[in-house]
């Protein structure tokens, strides 16, 4: 015999899924800006060495 009323699960899968998704996005922007600061790292280098051969 089957349960009558409301969906035994979906308000959980909505919560995770989206719980998920913040998680997945967090961990994008960390990445996006880690890249962006070695970037700048790398550039600040590379001046230096170029007046320090001058």
Same mark, same amino acid.
């Not at 699960?9 to 800006?33: D, F, G, V, Y």
């Given at each position: %015999? =089957?349960?009558?009323?409301?969906?035994?699960?979906?308000?959980?899968k909505a919560k995770h899924? *989206? &719980? %998920? =998704?913040?998680k997945k996005n967090k961990k994008?922007?960390?990445?996006?800006?880690?890249?962006? *600061? &070695?970037?700048a790292i790398i550039t600040k280098a590379k001046e230096q060495h170029k007046g320090n051969k001058l």
């Amino acid at each position: %015999m =089957a349960k009558t009323g409301r969906d035994k699960n979906t308000k959980n899968k909505a919560k995770h899924s *989206k &719980l %998920m =998704a913040q998680k997945k996005n967090k961990k994008k922007e960390e990445e996006q800006l880690r890249k962006e *600061k &070695l970037k700048a790292i790398i550039t600040k280098a590379k001046e230096q060495h170029k007046g320090n051969k001058l």
